[in-house]
């Protein structure tokens, strides 16, 4: 698998991602209006942060490869 085609794949997982992130929001955000506990969905929320993170750190250094690889190209 090419580099651009790692980096289109984390962004697609960062989109699934951020989609489930916003659902979660949602989700805290009516149950904190009504008073219902919000414990799930936290926990389920500081998961997907953590991939959220993880994913940015792959992205950028599959990033920082494929820059890293054009200079030396095209010196």
């Known amino acids: 698998m090419s ?6 794949q984390v ?9 489930q ?10 149950r904190t209006s009504s ?3 919000t414990t799930t969905a936290d926990d389920k929320l500081e998961v ?3 991939l959220m993170w993880k994913l940015h750190r792959r992205q950028s250094r ?3 490869a494929a820059s890293s690889i054009g200079r030396e190209a095209r010196a």
């Open 3 to 8: 580099r651009e085609d790692e980096i289109a």
């Open 11 to 19: 962004r697609e997982q960062v989109g699934v991602l951020a989609e």
């Open 21 to 30: 992130v916003g659902t979660l929001l949602d989700i805290i955000s009516r």
């Open 35 to 37: 008073g219902a506990d």
């Open 48 to 50: 997907l942060e953590t």
């Open 62 to 64: 599959l990033k920082a």
